[in-house]
């Protein structure tokens, strides 16, 4: 949405509630009105109030109900931010929770968490997570290492050779090679639709 748009937006807004607050008053002031003739009747038997009063009393109210408007126009809640947020706004949000939560924690957590949160720790963790530590790469090593070294096993038992021990870790970066083609290839395939 535009500057242009988000201003006709507050401002179109801003003329609704403009509208509603001149329709309560105008309402108040017509049972204002109302009250004081039914006040006016009541008390012409007994006596009557002068003009000059009535009129200090109107002028009163009026000023009343201009105060109110004023009070509801202060109080109108900021109107709603609409899309995404920016990087900058991200990057305060994450760091008022980060505050939040290290007064919360004890002086080794918070020493910790203020290592681990360092930009250079995250930039450096944030690569290996979307490269080396694949889900599906760390999945398909392990279930291929499983597998084969079980099988291994079971060979080797039955016809009486040794595993050696690498055949765990061969076995689990074969697996993991076939993780990371499996997301490639899942990536490419997807872009192309």
Do not use: C
Not at 73 to 83: L, M, Q, S, V, Y
Not at 164 to 171: L, N, Q
């Amino acid at each position: 949405m535009s500057e242009q748009e988000k201003h006709a937006l507050k401002s179109h807004e801003h003329h609704e509630k403009d509208k509603q607050l001149e329709e309560i008053a105008a309402e108040r002031q017509e049972a204002l009105r109302n009250r004081m003739e039914r006040h006016e009747v009541a008390e012409s038997d007994h006596q009557k109030e002068s003009e000059s009063e009535a009129l200090a009393k109107a002028a009163e109210l009026a000023e009343k109900a201009d105060q109110e408007k004023q009070d509801l126009i202060e109080k109108a809640p900021e109107p709603i931010h609409r899309g995404a947020p920016s990087k900058k706004q991200l990057r305060e949000s994450f760091e008022n929770q980060l505050r939040m939560v290290r007064e919360e924690m004890g002086p080794i957590g918070r020493t910790f968490s203020k290592v681990i949160h360092n930009p250079v720790i995250e930039s450096v963790s944030d690569f290996v997570g979307s490269t080396f530590a694949r889900p599906n790469a760390l999945l398909a090593g392990s279930v291929t290492a499983f597998i084969v070294v079980t099988v291994l096993y079971y060979l080797a038992k039955h016809y009486g050779f040794q595993l050696s021990g690498f055949e765990t870790i061969a076995a689990f970066i074969i697996g993991w090679l076939i993780g990371t083609l499996y997301d490639y290839l899942k990536n490419v395939f997807h872009r192309n639709r």
